[in-house]
């Protein structure tokens, strides 16, 4: 079930809204922006499925190590 909801934001961000996402999908652009940060069981199910990936989890240990040298010298 959808729900209603207004709003109110500037004039550049509705005007950019509409040039990037076109004018019928603002609605849906916010909503899938909004809901990993609100629905918190699909966030979870999702970081679950990621994790399984045994290839996209080695992708992304190997690129951990391959910069974690570079964090190290950065001056604090």
Do not use: C, N
């Given at each position: 079930m959808?729900?209603?909801?207004t709003i109110?934001?500037?004039?550049?961000?509705y005007?950019?809204?509409r040039?990037r996402?076109?004018?019928?999908?603002i609605s849906?652009f916010?909503?899938d922006?909004?809901?990993?940060?609100?629905?918190?069981?699909?966030?979870e199910?999702?970081?679950?499925q990621?994790?399984?990936?045994?290839?996209?989890e080695a992708?992304?240990l190997e690129?951990?190590e391959a910069?974690?040298?570079d964090i190290?010298d950065?001056?604090?």
């Amino acid at each position: 079930m959808q729900k209603k909801l207004t709003i109110t934001i500037d004039e550049k961000v509705y005007y950019g809204l509409r040039k990037r996402v076109g004018p019928r999908r603002i609605s849906h652009f916010i909503e899938d922006l909004v809901r990993p940060h609100v629905i918190d069981e699909e966030l979870e199910l999702a970081y679950a499925q990621m994790a399984q990936d045994e290839e996209r989890e080695a992708e992304a240990l190997e690129w951990v190590e391959a910069v974690v040298g570079d964090i190290a010298d950065e001056p604090r």
